[in-house]
């Protein structure tokens, strides 16, 4: 290592390359929600659960579930929707909304 990077001179892209001691790890070895959740509360960690909400009516079937997912897919360009709201425009997402509920019940009759 250079005695400029001991010293924290030099281009800041170059002094992260050289002093990033961050390693990938498998996935595999991360806890998932529920069990990181167990842990903490068997700690003595408090946390707040919330029921579900609603009922999906396609859940039984999963040929509906990818039919939706790819009729909404069509229909609404998500990236877009989720740029609006970042931006403070709601309207695109309801109008997501209304589409994706439109679409279940549709398939769901």
Do not use: W
Request: charged content about 25%; proline content about 5%; overall charge neutral.
């Amino acid at each position: 290592m250079c005695i400029s990077h001991i010293l924290g001179v030099g281009k800041p892209v170059d002094l992260r390359n050289a002093n990033n001691r961050a390693v990938r790890i498998n996935p595999e070895l991360v806890a998932s929600a529920e069990d990181a959740g167990a842990s903490y509360e068997a700690l003595g960690g408090r946390l707040t659960r919330f029921p579900s909400f609603g009922f999906d009516p396609l859940f039984h079937d999963g040929g509906l579930i990818r039919s939706r997912e790819q009729q909404f897919m069509e229909r609404v360009n998500v990236q877009e929707t989720k740029a609006k709201v970042v931006n403070g425009i709601d309207m695109p997402f309801r109008e997501a909304t209304q589409i994706y509920m439109d679409i279940t019940e549709r398939l769901s009759t």
